[in-house]
């Protein structure tokens, strides 16, 4: 594939545009709506949690940064309780993007926790339904 067809991120380096078109198809989202206003990190209640803000989850995806995103604490942070989607001015669901780049990332059968990383002490007292919800969303 040739350079022209490659968009250069901010700090020069080649981007994948299969990424943002895989994230989009699985997101549905339109990852232009976001003007990066900052809404929906104002109004994260796991922000302070993640290693980067939603919008710059936005604009990373953008530019097709994939492993950078994977690679980060954020989108598994992510709970999807769509506060951000309820304050966006221009409509976008911020968490169907998460779960797009979490299933993507789950594709390559990469597991981000298992029941072995889960104390005994821990599995005793969670309830059951969430063991398996969270290993349901952090493994592949």
Known sequence: MGNETMPLSISGRRTDSEFVRKVRELGGENLHLCYQCGMC?????????????????????????????????????CASCLACTVVCPRGFDLSRLMEAI??????????????????????????????????????G
């Open 102 to 139: 979490r299933l993507l990332a789950l594709r390559k059968r990469a597991d981000h926790v298992g029941p072995e990383d889960i104390s005994v002490e821990e599995r005793g007292e969670l309830p059951q339904i969430a063991l398996v919800s969270g290993l349901r969303k952090f493994s």
């Open 41 to 77: 990190s104002g109004s994260c209640p796991a922000a302070s949690h993640m290693d980067f803000s939603p919008r710059h989850v936005i604009e990373m995806a953008r530019l097709g940064l994939h492993e950078e995103i994977v690679d980060s604490k954020t989108v598994w942070v």
